[in-house]
């Protein structure tokens, strides 16, 4: 089982920042690529974004595109997604996943090994 550590979820206001962070073992993280992923209540759970093992590669959704950017520590075995004008609608459980698909594959959440416990994103408008 890999143990995938989150953080940072709080409650903020619109137009505020807020950085998540993901931590995990050393080997899963040299080994796979890591996407975050969130569910707000009521609503399927909904790719955000995805950074391959090696960090050339970002892909985001759309609804965060431009808003949203992922970076990898090396040092720490952390990615972090940094969110920039948070809207109402970006509140959700976001919990991040490691996975070895491909680009093509890589939103769909069923292509995840495994997942962290969550963190809680709350923006108020």
């Known amino acids: 089982q890999v143990h995938l550590v989150e953080f940072g979820g709080d409650v903020v206001q619109a137009g505020s920042s807020l950085r998540l962070g993901c931590t995990a073992p050393?080997?899963?993280?040299?080994?796979?690529?890591m996407g975050w992923f969130r569910r707000a209540r009521g609503k399927e759970r909904e790719f955000v974004a995805a950074?391959?093992?090696?960090?050339?590669?970002?892909y985001y959704s759309d609804s965060v595109k431009g808003r949203f950017t992922l970076s990898r520590d090396t040092a720490r075995y952390t990615v972090y997604l940094q969110m920039n004008n948070l809207k109402p609608e970006d509140t959700a459980d976001y919990y991040c996943?490691?996975?070895?698909?491909?680009?093509?594959?890589?939103?769909?959440?069923?292509?995840?090994?495994?997942w962290g416990q969550g963190t809680q994103v709350t923006v108020s408008s």
């Open positions: 996943g490691v996975t070895l698909a491909n680009a093509v594959s890589i939103p769909n959440w069923k292509t995840y090994a495994d």
């Open positions: 950074i391959n093992r090696d960090g050339e590669n970002a």
């Open positions: 050393r080997r899963t993280f040299n080994t796979y690529h």
